[in-house]
């Protein structure tokens, strides 16, 4: 991944190879935490969050908070991909709107 963790985590969408960020989300919410992010309520950004750091702590604290809210019995080995929309993906440049 080349895009920035703020720009990876805000990522609405992709218009061919760019990344299409909500900068006003990466602007109030990009310099929190994949645990902030969940605490906020903001499960798809902090499963973002948690995808491009790689940390399998930061995933299943997501997966765990989310659950909770959700009453839902979610576990690492389901695909939360398919969830949240949210899939690594190579791309090197993004537009903000």
Do not use: C, W
Request: charged share 20%; net charge positive; glycine share 10%.
């Amino acid at each position: 991944m080349q895009l920035s963790r703020a720009d990876f985590t805000f990522t609405i969408g992709y218009d061919g190879p760019l990344a299409v960020v909500d900068g006003h989300a990466k602007k109030r919410y990009g310099s929190l935490s994949t645990a902030q992010l969940a605490e906020k309520g903001l499960f798809r950004a902090a499963y973002s969050s948690a995808v491009y750091s790689g940390d399998s702590k930061e995933m299943a604290l997501v997966i765990e908070m989310y659950n909770k809210i959700a009453g839902t019995s979610y576990g690492p080995a389901d695909s939360l991909e398919r969830l949240f929309g949210v899939f690594p993906i190579d791309v090197k440049r993004s537009i903000i709107l």
